[in-house]
């Protein structure tokens, strides 16, 4: 889960993948993904499977999470959690990600 400001958004042809940069605002629940976290303000970027979704303006913010590709790159899929962020939102993210995970890896 992360949180971070649309820089710049490219769509790309029909058939090839679009790309969104972001800058980060934070970074939650991470862990176990083997990412580094990027730090406040980094730019991060994420391809795009799809040319229209998730639907992301520049210059808004939003709380997203993507998975890792099979390359070890950052994919933000269709069917991606995408909402738009809200500064009170940040104490819940902050809480959420001082919890332990009960799964199993």
């Known amino acids: 889960v992360l949180t971070g400001t649309v820089k710049s958004l490219s769509r790309g ?7 969104v940069v ?19 303000g980094a730019a991060l970027r994420l391809q795009l ?9 520049k210059g808004s913010s ?23 962020y809200r500064p009170q939102q940040q104490q819940i993210l902050g809480n959420l990600s001082k919890r332990p995970c009960r799964g199993t890896p």
């Open 49 to 57: 499977r799809c040319r229209l979704c998730p639907a992301l303006k």
């Open 13 to 19: 042809p029909p058939q090839e993948p679009g790309w």
């Open 62 to 84: 939003y709380v997203l999470m993507g998975r890792l590709g099979e390359d070890g790159g950052s994919l933000l899929p269709p069917d991606a959690f995408v909402v738009p």
């Open 22 to 40: 972001l800058s980060v605002l934070s970074v939650h629940k991470s862990g176990g993904l083997g990412v580094p976290q990027p730090a406040k």
